[in-house]
Nanobody
Framework: QVQLVESGGGMVQAGGSLSLSCGTS????????MGWFRQAPGKEREFVAS????????SYAVSVKGRFTISRDNAKKSVYLQMNSLKPEDTAVYYC?????????????WGQGTQVTVSS
């Protein structure tokens, strides 16, 4: 069973930074697109950022573009989300997700999530 484990969440003041990490147990990490999603209280889960299996293509939600950066380290089987200039509206549980590059599913595996709280 594939496991994704997020870490790095916490509480920070507005304008601050946090870095999230997601380690995986997938055997062939280089075959997976990776993504970050978030879910705020009372809201649906939303896309934050993704990075292709090659690492050559990234995508961001409009709300985080220019402030967040997604990256991956295939040797460590990990994906990262650097979050700068955080705003209170970034408060949410952040989830890591993996998509096997030939899978017909939008996303195949999900982590348990890590809480990010931004105070004003």
């Amino acid at each position: 069973q594939v496991q994704l484990v997020e870490s790095g969440g916490g509480m920070v003041q507005a304008g601050g930074s946090l870095s999230l990490s997601c380690g995986t147990s997938v055997r062939t990490f280089y075959d997976y697109d990776m993504g970050w999603f978030r879910q705020a209280p009372g809201k649906e889960r939303e896309f934050v950022a993704s990075i292709s299996w090659t690492g050559g293509r990234t995508s961001y939600a409009v709300s985080v573009k220019g402030r967040f950066t997604i990256s991956r380290d295939n040797a460590k089987k990990s994906v990262y989300l650097q979050m700068n200039s955080l705003k209170p509206e970034d408060t949410a549980v952040y989830y890591c997700a993996a998509h096997w590059r030939v899978s017909p599913n939008p996303w195949d595996y999900w982590g348990q999530g890590t809480q990010v709280t931004v105070s004003s």
